[in-house]
């Protein structure tokens, strides 16, 4: 299994400001992903955080809106760029270990723009 | 593409009573099959994984489920409800590297 540590764990954040998320693992893994779970919805992919490259975005999601780091096998961040009330939602990190292939989550970051 | 179908948002069963929560996919090649559970201000907690091999999976906090291929689904139970059993309970299916949820279905336990 991989834990995964994510914070800011909550946040208020000022319409129109920025706020980076940080994502650590405490194992290589092959793969890191960032997740949206909006207010009483399900998950929704945001994107897949590559190592040394641009992130692979999904339909709806665009790097100027969230950007992506991956400097290394172990840590990502996922900015929300100048943030309105719709961006209030949980981003959650998660990643994908070899062994059959399962992803696991953070606790979540729980962010509030007001 | 993959899509998971949760049968009922919301699930309400009396504690010590059976929980069944319901789950079809859409593939037609057996995926990894997932159910994670989100506890209140929590984040997604791995309950239970499907591969390959024995079809009956068992998970944690006596939970498990079973593939089924025939009717492409993967239901969770739980013989005997828990209070601490009231959660949001997804379920996912692999596709490549990524995995796809369902919409969730919320377990209420009633005293």
């Known amino acids: 299994s991989a834990v995964i540590s994510q914070k800011p764990s909550r946040d208020i954040c000022q319409r129109g400001t920025s706020l980076t998320i940080q994502c650590q693992v405490d194992?290589?893994?092959?793969?890191m992903f960032w997740y949206r779970q909006q207010p009483g919805q399900s998950l929704t992919l945001i994107a897949t955080?590559?190592?040394?490259?641009?992130?692979?975005?999904e339909s709806g999601f665009v790097i100027d809106k969230f950007p992506i780091s991956r400097p290394n096998l172990t840590f990502s961040t996922l900015t929300v760029s100048n943030m309105s009330p719709e961006d209030s939602s949980i981003y959650l990190c998660?990643?994908?270990?070899?062994?059959?292939?399962?992803?696991?989550f953070g606790e979540g970051s729980w962010l509030t723009v007001v | 593409a993959q899509s998971v179908t949760q049968l009922g948002s919301h699930v309400s069963v009396s504690e010590g009573a059976l929980v069944l929560l319901r789950c079809n996919y859409s593939?037609?090649?057996?995926?990894?099959l997932f159910w994670y559970v989100q506890y209140p201000n929590q984040g997604l907690q791995l309950l239970l994984k499907?591969?390959?091999?024995?079809?009956l999976v068992k998970g944690i906090n006596g939970f498990e489920a079973e593939f089924k291929k025939s009717e492409t689904s993967f239901h969770l139970t739980k013989p005997s409800a828990h209070m601490s059993d009231a959660a949001e309970y997804f379920c996912?299916?692999?596709?490549?590297?990524?995995?796809?949820f369902g919409k969730g279905t919320r377990l209420h336990i009633l005293p």
């Open positions: 998660s990643a994908l270990t070899g062994a059959g292939n399962t992803i696991y």
């Open positions: 194992s290589q893994v092959t793969m």
């Open positions: 955080a590559n190592q040394g490259s641009e992130a692979t975005y």
């Open positions: 593939s037609s090649v057996p995926p990894y």
């Open positions: 499907y591969t390959t091999g024995a079809t």
């Open positions: 996912a299916v692999s596709e490549g590297d990524k995995i796809i």
